[in-house]
């Protein structure tokens, strides 16, 4: 097992990386204050992995509550939120009870809000159980549910007491999920971490193939990356930014496509290349570095073009961006692999020249 750590003062936390993490209760024990947890997870994770987890549990004599949501981007909303909160009430939990979230990003972030407002906040831990979690959502306190104009747009900051990524549930995960996964691992090295970036060029069968020492390389490299991240501007108001890399026009397409068409990491990938263009266009990334990143999300078995939802529509969807400020559409662009940077300088016309050109 390896372990990093989130370093927030006195909300500091660790990330436990390894086979087999499931059953090692003795990780968890010191980071609840009850005998007691609520496990939120869903109709797809539990079947595979709640006895396990529930079973340690309960042999050191701590009680389980499950809370089994319906599975799916589409039901990262207000109703199925509120099915947690009925759960945790009619269980009578305390602010003192654990929610553990036990799933992909979609638990972990609705998981993770409903600790967040649960009698004003209530400790939880992130189980993440995807590629993409264990890279990317289950660290560094995002919460959020979505709304019908906007992925993520209702949420909170709230760090969880630990994350446990166990590599040895991304053996039941579909192809396409790790797939998807991959394009957040991508976009550490795109953003800051160009040897990184190389090593996923050498090492991208592997991945694939889901050989156990390179997921755990690559889980630990792009954990150690957030965490320098999140440490440094747990609120975004600069560096964290950079961590939305193809997140604006990602969201767009998710949002435009109707939540779950395109998965979270397919969106990302194809709202990466537009940036991508738009920063050449923009005369800040030279044509070779475009090809190359196009080589490696090809490689990925991720998408390379968005949909055509039309001009029109992105710029709308976009217009609701988190990093909108004053009004004004701010993006993440790449001076280079390994160098990303914020900026408010394309204009609409520039924008849309990069959607024309990377939406078929
Ligand atoms: P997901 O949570 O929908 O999980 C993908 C699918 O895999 C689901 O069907 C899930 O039930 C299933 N699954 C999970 N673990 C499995 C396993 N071990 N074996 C078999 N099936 C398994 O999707 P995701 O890609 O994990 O997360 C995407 C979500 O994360 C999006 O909502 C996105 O907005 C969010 N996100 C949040 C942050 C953040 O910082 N909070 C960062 C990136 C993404
Ligand atoms: N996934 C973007 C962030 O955590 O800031």
């Not at 499950?66 to 269980?91: H, M, R, S, Y």
């Not at 889980?219 to 604006?248: F, P, Y």
């Amino acid at each position: 097992m390896e372990t990093l750590c989130v370093a927030l003062g006195d909300r500091s936390y660790p990330i436990h990386i390894g086979s087999g993490l499931l059953t090692r209760v003795e990780l968890i024990l010191p980071h609840i204050r009850q005998k007691k947890v609520v496990v939120v997870t869903n109709t797809t994770v539990a079947p595979l992995y709640l006895q396990t987890i529930q079973s340690a549990l309960e042999s050191a004599g701590v009680s389980v509550l499950p809370v089994i949501l319906p599975d799916g981007e589409q039901f990262k909303t207000w109703e199925t939120l509120n099915l947690v909160f009925d759960a945790l009430l009619g269980a009578r939990c305390e602010r003192g009870t654990t929610l553990v979230a036990l799933g992909g990003g979609v638990i972990g972030d609705m998981g993770g809000f409903a600790a967040a407002c649960y009698q004003r906040g209530m400790p939880f831990i992130q189980v993440p159980t995807t590629l993409l979690s264990q890279v990317d959502s289950s660290v560094g306190g995002k919460t959020a549910i979505n709304h019908p104009l906007g992925k993520n747009m209702i949420g909170a900051f709230y760090q969880p007491k630990l994350v446990l990524a166990d590599i040895s549930t991304l053996n039941t995960l579909p192809e396409r999920e790790l797939k998807a996964g991959l394009a957040e691992v991508i976009k550490y090295g795109l953003i800051r971490d160009l040897d990184f970036y190389a090593w996923l060029e050498e090492n991208l069968e592997k991945l694939l193939a889901r050989d156990p020492a390179a997921l755990t390389y690559a889980i630990h490299r792009s954990c150690a990356n957030k965490a320098e991240v999140v440490a440094a501007d747990e609120k975004e108001t600069g560096e964290r930014a950079l961590l939305n890399l193809g997140h604006t026009f990602g969201h767009a397409i998710e949002t435009g496509m109707g939540y779950g068409e395109w998965l979270h990491g397919e969106a990302i990938a194809a709202g990466t290349l537009i940036a991508a263009e738009l920063s050449r266009q923009l005369g800040l990334l030279d044509e070779s570095a475009l090809k190359r990143i196009e080589r490696i999300f090809v490689r990925a078995g991720l998408p390379v073009f968005g949909p055509k939802l039309g001009v029109a529509r992105y710029l709308e969807l976009m217009s609701h961006d988190k990093k909108v400020q004053d009004g004004k559409l701010r993006l993440v662009l790449l001076q280079e692999i390994g160098k990303a940077v914020v900026s408010d300088r394309a204009s609409d016309t520039q924008i849309s020249a990069a959607i024309e050109a990377r939406c078929t």
